[in-house]
């Protein structure tokens, strides 16, 4: 089977730094992606990682532990306009979806 | 242009009806996927067509009939509408099943059961 498990919700503030955690356990693992979604839009893709360590890429970096079936989107430098869902998910021939951290940015 | 286009954005009907969304992508991609998106946002898979073939049928109900006349096109056919069918539909598209580089998600359209 397929779980996913990240906090539903979270709060931080303009300019700081979040770490939004993400425990998973799927059957087939072909890496972990990171997707953003803005309230009333699509999901767009933000980062992947199929191996072990930090892959960084402007104001986000994600980080993956296989072994531990964990993993993290680390945003800096919050923003307003950061303020969205965060969908953590992995799986083999499809993707499959928590329901997400929704993160509120505050000035 | 558009990467990923669904239609119509949104849809009102009523209890009964029968519905189509349609899907197209431009991307040249051989994947195409429908996720349903309810009210506590959780994203969960429908179908997944790789090459017009189905690969992928979730436990959704017989009401629900994808049909991908090519591999730029999945539609969604909807019998016999019911309220709990209310929800945000998702068409997306990649490369391959687990393509690396991640989906490309249509923007969605909200169904509205009355």
């Known amino acids: 089977g397929q779980n996913i498990d990240q906090p539903t919700e979270m709060t931080a503030t303009e300019g700081a730094i979040v770490q939004i955690n993400c425990t998973y356990q799927t059957s087939g693992f072909n890496g972990l992606f990171w997707y953003q979604q803005h309230a009333g839009e699509a999901p767009t893709f933000l980062s992947y990682n199929v191996l072990d360590g930090l892959e960084e890429k402007g104001r986000f970096s994600s980080f993956l532990s296989r072994s531990k079936g964990y993993s993290y989107l680390l945003l800096k430098e919050l923003q307003m306009k950061d303020s969205a869902s965060y969908l953590c998910?992995?799986?083999?021939?499809?993707?499959?979806f928590g329901t997400g951290t929704r993160l509120t940015v505050i000035p | 242009d558009t990467a990923v286009s669904q239609t119509p954005k949104y849809l009102v009907t009523q209890m009964g009806n029968d519905k189509s969304i349609k899907c197209e992508q431009n991307?040249?991609?051989?994947?195409m996927y429908w996720y349903k998106q309810d009210s506590k946002k959780f994203l969960k898979i429908m179908f997944s067509?790789?090459?017009?073939?189905?690969?992928i049928n979730e436990t959704v109900p017989n009401r629900f009939s994808p049909k991908s006349p090519d591999k730029a096109h999945l539609n969604l056919h909807i019998n016999s509408l019911e309220l709990g069918d209310s929800a945000v539909y998702f068409c997306a598209s990649s490369q391959a099943p687990g393509d690396p580089y991640g989906y490309t998600f249509g923007s969605g359209t909200r169904l509205t059961v009355v």
């Open positions: 991307l040249g991609h051989d994947t």
């Open positions: 067509y790789n090459n017009k073939e189905l690969i």
């Open positions: 998910t992995t799986g083999a021939n499809n993707l499959f």
